[in-house]
């Protein structure tokens, strides 16, 4: 059996009373469809795209918005001893899944692949695969990495995940790719301590077109670059539309 992810979830961590508006918001902007929500307080949905495989789901939780990772392997307890081998530490566990913390302390889950209870749509064949259709698509998760962090960071999620680490155009970006699966980009923060945190990327065909449409939505716009630009979604996820081929994932 394999210690190594075959498929990550993103999990929107949404304050209960705002999970409602957070699905629609999430829903109209990726274009995926809401699932019914389950779990034993009705906490859980996943973003059903038309086509591919699910990889984003909501979870209502009681503090403030944010983002956590899942980590679908075929064997856990392999996937845990890697994680805790590589420097992760135990947090707690929910329902029988561990939840860990990275070495820089983003939270994160070691789940079963394709064994979570959703109609997700990550079946058979070769498993898994994101569909890339459309001229934006929910794609990445960046890892928001404090410069102290940065060395032990990229070295756990670069062995952890199995998957080749590319350095970025400028160096304080590092990607991992893995075919047809969501990427993962780490970027070096100019502050030098805090806790590790994540954010969601859309790569767009027109990032001015759909910054119009996403404040339509609901989301607020915090901030403006030259390749991306920066907003708050309602459930209170900080997030980016960035100007890559939502075809390929790549960036020019």
Same mark, same amino acid.
């Given at each position: 059996?394999?210690?190594? =992810?075959?498929?990550? !979830?993103?999990?929107?961590?949404?304050?209960? %009373?705002?999970?409602?508006? /957070? *699905?629609?918001?999430? &829903?109209?902007? %990726?274009?995926?469809? =809401? &699932?019914?929500? @389950?779990?034993? &307080? $009705? !906490?859980?949905? %996943?973003?059903?795209?038309s /086509?591919?495989? *699910?990889w984003v789901k909501l979870q209502a939780v009681d503090g403030p918005g944010g983002v956590h990772l899942d980590l679908d392997s075929t064997d856990r307890d392999a996937a845990l001893a890697r994680s805790r081998e590589l420097g992760a530490s135990d947090a707690w566990v929910y329902e029988g899944v561990p939840v860990m913390r990275s070495p820089g302390g983003l939270t994160f889950c070691h789940t079963l692949l394709a064994d979570d209870g959703d109609d997700d749509g990550a079946d058979g064949g070769d498993g898994p695969a994101l569909a890339r259709d459309g001229g934006t698509v929910l794609d990445q998760v960046c890892l928001d990495v404090p410069w102290a962090l940065w060395d032990v960071e990229v070295d756990f999620w670069s062995r952890m995940t199995g998957r080749e680490l590319q350095q970025g155009s400028s160096p304080e970006f590092a990607r991992l790719l893995a075919p047809g699966a969501p990427r993962?980009? #780490?970027?070096?923060?100019?502050?030098?301590?805090?806790?590790? @945190?994540?954010?969601?990327?859309?790569?767009?065909? $027109?990032? /001015?077109? $759909?910054? !119009? #449409?996403? #404040?339509?939505?609901?989301?607020?716009?915090? $901030?403006? @670059?030259?390749?991306?630009s920066v907003l708050t979604a309602p459930g209170g996820q900080v997030y980016c539309l960035t100007d890559r081929d939502p075809a390929t994932g790549s960036a020019g």
């Open positions: 059996m394999d210690a190594r =992810p075959g498929w990550i !979830q993103l999990f929107l961590d949404t304050p209960a %009373t705002d999970l409602d508006r /957070a *699905a629609a918001f999430w &829903s109209a902007a %990726t274009g995926w469809r =809401p &699932s019914p929500r @389950r779990g034993e &307080s $009705d !906490q859980f949905l %996943t973003l059903l795209p /086509a591919g495989a *699910a993962i980009l #780490l970027q070096r923060l100019g502050e030098r301590d805090g806790a590790v @945190r994540a954010h969601p990327d859309l790569a767009t065909a $027109d990032r /001015a077109g $759909d910054l !119009q #449409l996403h #404040l339509g939505l609901g989301a607020r716009h915090e $901030d403006e @670059r030259d390749h991306w």
